[in-house]
């Protein structure tokens, strides 16, 4: 009996760690490849790449030679950071309003704020365009970021509204019948607890907008390049090296901006919570 | 190599870039869709710098292809979200059936008359001539004398097909159905040939990732423009064109201005620079590879002709008869080729 | 889809809610911004894409079922739709397979070792799919690793088909959907009583039946809501499906992308569309109303 289950318990170490290692594996070898990649001494994006050099990273930051990857970063940039921020406004208020409410309507239009993540994002940049031609707006950056904020809040109201679940309603109950009102208690109480929730959701939003290709396709133009538009160009005929070496440094800055939200809010903690 | 004053250069350029769009604006400037890749690269670093020098309007690029334009113009609904198009034959059709286009003032382009006849009508400007024919890595396969090789070992185990969504996929196709019976119109031939071989091909796939797979090794041979194979080569890819033994494939890319432009007087001086000598010869030269239409520029040497004129011998396309077929073509390769 | 949050029976109208002096006023009031957003921004452009599905012509002028008609008249939608659920299918349970088992290791991991992997889990996050494709390519290609490594230990002789497969592009997907998938499943785990598991082995049972009688039970709403959202995003991998898989695998954002932006028929790309909708959003229901049969007694 004993020994059965010692070789049972073998062999779910086995499978188990096995199957684990692979799901690794599979995770880090895309990143690892274009990393790799992006110290190619080629002129191509091959790979494995030929001697290692940092040409493609001098390319890339060189003012002059990649101003439009710069604009096309600097956009991306601002279109995350403001539909991450209107986002965090509305998602938040959102789910503060509705994570408790077990009524009907509030139950449906909890959905409906969840439905972008299982929409066709393609579809959705169509109707949006479209839909915005035809009330007379031009594309602009505006329009994108709204774009952007309707598929991206998701990912905040999730992660908040799990950290409200979280919350002990006795606590605002007793902060209530201790006579503070009740934006008292949101303030001092409630956002301080959900905040770290809230920002690990702001995390994932921001990086789903940097890479979103499906609403930028439709609503960017000249005006408004857009970061993965102009990589998906760049790919195309030029198998040109800087689209690794921008890979690089993006996945160093979320990197970096990962750890100081590790230090300050717990992401790591927050993120599966 | 990577001084650290070139990162910081860098570093403050991309803080700088907060600024850029309204200086980009303080004098005028003309909104330009452009094909993303080779063409985009080549517009940026010619023709920007001398419509600025000449005319000190500033162009901004959007790169887009072609059917994609003509769909965000459409969208856009008289108010489109650049000044002027760059168009292959098909959408070009399109774009004029649907209204698109403001016709061309021609008294307008001086270096119009540099231009071989044809190039210029009502509608728009040639500025570019592109030769579709087969490219292959002679490396890994012997080079193929026309189209019927592509379907017979060792080529066809090797072969990168893609559809009709894209201008040279279509008329590559064409030239296929033709070899083996068909004509513009009747492309089923070429989608029996496929079938009956479907199995051994290496590659299906979409326009935008074939660069990527002839360079990894996944497929050796497929159709292409001679642009791309010189692109290709000037990065290191093993890669040759072949000019199909029925000829190699012609057809122009225009340029356009759109109905509702903000700034048309601005579109003409872009259309005028990008088809005057100086920017025709610069385009020709490595890593962009175009091919001249400006009498005064010299035909490039590893060009398969040694005039313009003698491309009046390649096969051409009549696109109003293809394109009310290709939606047709479309599902149809789709529904032959699917698994 | 926040089914994912197994319903928690304290937070459900609690009791401040009836005496409560302005909860009940103030609070749903709050998701009136987002909500006004997503009716203007969303609700509005997608009933006019309903509306547009109903015109025959693609100049949009002659209302009409034609293009219904078309599309479900045709056999070959059928199977592409099947496809296209099968594929999601296919990833979800892929990355169930080894997902699952990652999420295992994570529960028993140090703390310290808990945070390096969940910046591990979402480093697919980080990596643009645009490079993404590229690096698959480079992986699964004819020449590609697996084939080079395969060849070299003498497994195969002659290289695998793996690009352009529908195990390829699987496995690519499961790279991308793995976040998706880890995240709820780990944020479940996580909140399992350790005291249950130590109880289950001391009882006797194997690690095997103490991870099917037990743990696969309670992270049940955590497991759901990975798949809901793995499914629903892997269907719609537009980028991924045509580059990693190639054009002989046919989905329905292929021909999304080709009806609105090759030929240009808006009309019958509305249709596909609000197909490729209808389908995903009838499977994740009876993904969600399945999980919610089977684990509802969860969050101790």
Redesign the interface.
């Known amino acids: 009996m004993g020994r059965r289950r010692s070789l049972a318990d073998l062999s779910y170490g086995l499978v188990i760690g096995s199957l684990a290692a692979l799901a690794l594996l599979i995770i880090v070898a895309p990143v690892v490849i274009v990393l790799t990649t992006s110290f190619t001494e080629g002129r191509s994006l091959k790979f494995p790449p030929t001697g290692f050099s940092l040409q493609w990273y001098e390319a890339l930051f060189d003012a002059s030679k990649s101003r439009q990857i710069h604009r096309a970063v600097y956009n991306s940039l601002e279109v995350a950071a403001w539909s991450t921020g209107f986002g965090i406004l509305f998602g938040s208020m959102a789910s503060l309003g509705l994570a408790r409410n077990r009524h009907r309507l509030a139950r449906v239009a909890d959905g409906l704020f969840m439905s972008p993540l299982v929409l066709p994002g393609l579809t959705f940049g169509l109707a949006a365009l479209m839909y915005f031609t035809l009330i007379g707006l031009r594309p602009s950056l505006n329009l994108i970021i709204a774009g952007h904020m309707i598929v991206t809040v998701p990912f905040i109201i999730r992660t908040t509204s799990a950290s409200i679940s979280q919350l002990d309603p006795a606590l605002n109950d007793s902060s209530q019948s201790l006579g503070a009102s009740w934006f008292y208690t949101m303030r001092r109480v409630t956002l301080p607890l959900i905040a770290p929730g809230i920002f690990a959701g702001a995390f994932l939003a921001f990086m789903a907008s940097i890479d979103n290709v499906p609403v930028s396709l439709f609503l960017s133009t000249a005006r408004t390049d857009m970061l993965p538009i102009r990589m998906w160009g760049m790919m195309e005929s030029t198998l040109d090296p800087r689209i690794a070496a921008v890979s690089g440094v993006l996945i160093t800055a979320a990197f970096l901006l990962m750890l100081i939200m590790e230090w300050t809010v717990g992401l790591t903690r927050r993120m599966r919570d | ?2 001084s650290r004053r ?2 910081l ?6 803080g700088g ?2 600024f ?2 309204s200086i980009a604006h303080a004098k005028g400037s003309v ?3 452009i094909y ?3 063409w ?2 080549a517009f ?1 670093a010619i023709v920007a710098p001398a419509l600025k020098k000449k005319d000190s309007v500033d162009l ?4 887009l292809f072609a ?2 334009q ?3 113009a ?4 008289g ?1 489109p ?2 000044d002027a198009f760059v168009l292959d034959p098909g959408p070009r059709i ?1 774009a004029i059936q649907d209204g698109l286009f403001d016709k061309i003032d021609i008294k307008k382009i001086s270096n119009a008359s540099k231009l071989p006849a044809g190039l210029v009508d009502e509608w728009g400007v040639g500025v570019n001539a592109q030769v579709v024919g087969i490219a292959y890595n002679p490396k890994k396969v012997p080079a193929p004398k026309g189209w019927k090789d592509l379907f017979s070992e060792p080529w066809v185990s090797r072969l990168g097909l ?2 009709f ?1 894209t201008t040279f996929g279509t008329v590559s196709l064409i030239e296929i159905a033709k070899v083996f019976g068909g004509s513009e119109t009747n492309i089923e031939p070429a989608l029996v040939e496929l079938k009956k071989v ?1 199995p051994k091909i ?8 074939m ?3 002839f ?4 497929c050796d041979v497929m159709y292409t423009n001679t642009q ?1 194979v010189a ?2 080569k ?4 093993d890669i040759e064109f072949v000019k199909p033994e029925t000829g190699a494939i012609t057809f122009l890319t225009t340029l356009h201005i759109a109905k509702g432009a903000t700034d048309v007087e601005n579109a003409y001086k872009y259309i005028d620079i990008v088809a005057g000598k100086e920017v025709q010869e610069a385009l020709t030269k490595p890593p962009y590879n175009f091919i001249p239409v400006n009498k005064d520029v010299p035909v490039p040497s590893y060009l398969p002709m040694k005039s313009l004129d003698e491309m009046s011998s390649f096969v051409r396309h009549d696109w109003a008869k293809i394109n009310p077929l ?2 047709g073509w ?1 599902e149809k390769f ?2 032959e ?3 | 889809m926040r089914t994912m949050t197994p319903p928690s029976p304290d937070g459900a109208a609690s009791p401040a809610d009836g005496g409560g002096k302005r909860s009940v006023l103030a609070e749903w009031q709050l998701a009136l911004p987002l909500a006004l957003a997503f009716a203007s921004i969303f609700l509005a452009p997608l009933l006019m894409l309903v509306g547009v599905s109903f015109f025959n012509d693609e100049k949009i002028t002659q209302p009409g079922f034609g293009q219904w008609a078309k599309f479900l008249g045709d056999p070959f939608s059928y199977k592409v739709i099947a496809d296209t659920m099968l594929l999601g299918l296919k990833t979800v349970c892929a990355t169930i397979v080894i997902g699952y088992p990652l999420a295992l290791i994570y529960l028993d991991a140090s703390p310290r070792l808990q945070k390096v992997l969940i910046f591990i889990i979402v480093m697919p996050l980080l990596l643009s799919v645009v490079v993404r494709t590229f690096a698959w390519i480079v992986v699964l290609g004819r020449e590609g690793v697996v084939n080079t490594l395969l060849l070299q230990l003498g497994i195969i002789s002659e290289p695998l088909r793996l690009l352009q497969t529908e195990l390829g592009l699987v496995i690519s997907l499961t790279q991308i959907e793995m976040p998706l998938m880890l995240l709820p499943l780990i944020s479940v785990m996580s909140r399992l009583d350790p005291n249950l598991r130590d109880a289950s082995s001391a009882l006797g049972a194997s690690r095997w039946r103490t991870l099917f009688k037990v743990i696969v039970p309670l992270s049940m709403p955590g497991l759901v809501a990975g798949c809901l959202l793995v499914f629903a995003s892997s269907t719609t991998a537009f980028i991924s499906q045509t580059v990693i898989g190639g054009v002989r695998l046919i989905y329905l954002p292929l021909l999304i992308w080709q009806q609105s932006l090759v030929v240009f028929n808006w009309p019958f790309a509305a249709v596909v569309s609000l197909t490729l909708l209808v389908s995903v959003l009838t499977v994740v229901s009876a993904l969600s109303y399945l999980g919610r049969r089977s684990g509802g007694y969860v969050h101790g």
């Open positions: 190599m990577f070139r990162l250069a860098g570093a403050t350029a991309l870039a907060a850029l769009p909104a330009a869709a993303p890749g080779t985009e690269e940026r901004e690029l959007q790169p059917v994609d003509v769909a965000k459409k969208a856009a609904r108010a979200p650049f399109t893609t559809g969504q479907l290496a590659a299906v796939g979409q326009p935008a990732a660069p990527s797979l360079q990894q090794g996944q791309t692109t290709l000037g990065r290191g890819v290709r939606a479309i789709n529904k080729m699917a698994k």
